[in-house]
């Protein structure tokens, strides 16, 4: 939609001088969202709600946790930034809000002792109390559980290999993804409660992972370290790593004033070397996972690795949007401008290649899969990702 190519960048920072009373949510919602990619969304996040979501039990029926958190959080992304109340019956009765709700929910036996999945929760149980704050009712609860769990991970940080937190209690390894969503949940969690302990821990966690050999020579992250050695282990570089270490650090940026640009800086290689031609994770311009077949209908990428492409989508949307906090700036506009046409590639490539006559998006998004798509929850949700980061990031 022409008006928002029309949008001058000072247009763009005087609709934003509102928001310096705070913004209703980290990171804060796009400014604009396009009203027919949402439309699309809708139609995903509805189908998702009554193909493959029992309402007794609270969970999508594949009932996998850390995906479910992560559709959660979705649905209340769509809804916080298009002002809707569509879904708002999975704040209180999804499985995880139940616990929320339930003072004597023992997080540790809940959680299970997977310390990523546990951080995916607290990501999912803060954007549930911004719609909470949203609608004018006390968030507490959800806020209160998600400070236990943030807890629970700190108290996993070690010297093994020089620090990081665990990849479970079982103290085994030490891998990417935990310890990037523990540089976001700690920046983020000091920006939203001001608390100094949050803050060291996102400041020692940037410092470990920065230097913990983990980033190959092309700038993506790998899988994890080798404990022997406390070497980079060369296994997968995943493409969701390549974008929570960015949202991450758009996160730790404004949390220390919106001043330090290295760390814009920083963000941007991850997400460039996954954007480069033969980076192995890009097919003209979308997102493929290494695991990714149209031939074989994507059955060979697991249900969790089904997800990683929409969190690569949701997590550069965060970005985005850190970086022109608490109001946009050249830098962060160039930024904005510079991933638009991704935003809007992945989205051209999902209604295109992978979404169905019945809302069901499948595994594959860079070509049709004929036929041989795997329909999956997990697919879904990361269409849903997908859709709903082009909706406020991409072209209308
Ligand atoms: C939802 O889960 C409950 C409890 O396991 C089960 O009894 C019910 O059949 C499920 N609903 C559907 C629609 O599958
Ligand atoms: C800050 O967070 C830490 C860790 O959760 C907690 O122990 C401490 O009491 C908090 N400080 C304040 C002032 O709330
Ligand atoms: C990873 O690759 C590097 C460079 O090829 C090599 O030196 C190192 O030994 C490998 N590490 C492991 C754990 O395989
Ligand atoms: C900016 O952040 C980097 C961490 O990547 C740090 O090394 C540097 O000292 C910071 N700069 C300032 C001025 O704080
Ligand atoms: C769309 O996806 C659903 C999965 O829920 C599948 O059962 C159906 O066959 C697909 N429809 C088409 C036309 O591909």
Redesign the pocket.
């Known amino acids: 939609m022409s008006w928002i190519k029309a949008l001058t960048p000072v247009a763009l920072l005087a609709l934003t001088i509102p928001s310096y009373g705070g913004p209703t949510t980290y990171p804060p919602a796009p400014l604009l969202v396009c009203p027919s990619t949402t439309k699309t969304a809708f139609a995903i996040g509805d189908r998702l709600i009554s193909k493959w979501y029992n309402a007794t039990l609270g969970q999508m029926f594949d009932g996998d946790f850390w995906v479910d958190c992560n559709t959660w959080e979705d649905f209340h992304n769509l809804m916080l930034d298009t002002h809707s109340t569509r879904y708002e019956s999975l704040t209180t009765g999804s499985y995880l809000a139940k616990a929320a709700l339930d003072p004597t929910t023992d997080w540790a036996a809940f959680l299970g002792g997977s310390n990523d999945d546990s951080l995916w929760a607290v990501l999912s149980l803060w954007k549930m109390a911004d719609y909470r704050k949203w609608r004018r009712e006390d968030p507490s609860a959800w806020l209160n559980a998600a400070a236990t769990i943030w807890d629970l991970i700190a108290h996993e940080w070690d010297d093994t290999c020089g620090g990081g937190v665990w990849w479970s209690t079982a103290h085994t390894y030490k891998n990417s993804i935990t310890n990037e969503l523990f540089l976001l949940t700690s920046a983020e969690g000091y920006l939203r409660n001001g608390n100094n302990t949050y803050l060291d821990f996102a400041e020692k966690e940037w410092d470990w992972l920065y230097n913990s050999g983990m980033r190959n020579s092309e700038g993506l992250f790998n899988d994890g370290l080798?404990l022997a050695?406390c070497?980079?282990?060369?296994q997968t570089a995943w493409s969701y790593n390549q974008a929570v270490v960015a949202s991450g650090l758009g996160a730790l940026y404004v949390a220390t004033g919106s001043k330090n640009t290295t760390l814009l800086e920083q963000a941007q290689i991850s997400i460039d070397a996954t954007l480069k031609a033969g980076s192995g994770l890009i097919d003209n311009g979308v997102l493929r996972e290494s695991c990714d077949d149209a031939t074989l209908g994507g059955s060979i990428c697991n249900h969790d690795q089904q997800l990683f492409k929409g969190l690569f989508t949701k997590h550069l949307s965060y970005l985005v949007s850190y970086a022109s906090t608490p109001f946009p700036t050249p830098q962060s506009i160039s930024i904005a401008l510079k991933y638009k046409p991704f935003f809007t590639a992945q989205y051209t490539a999902i209604t295109h290649n992978a979404l169905n006559s019945t809302d069901d998006v499948g595994g594959v998004w860079y070509a049709p899969a004929g036929g041989n798509e795997a329909w999956q929850p997990e697919a879904s949700a990361a269409g849903l990702e997908g859709v709903i980061a082009a909706a406020g990031y991409g072209k209308c």
Do not use: G, R, V
């Not at 070497?231 to 060369?234: E, G, I, L, V």
């Open positions: 080798d050695t070497t980079n282990n060369n």
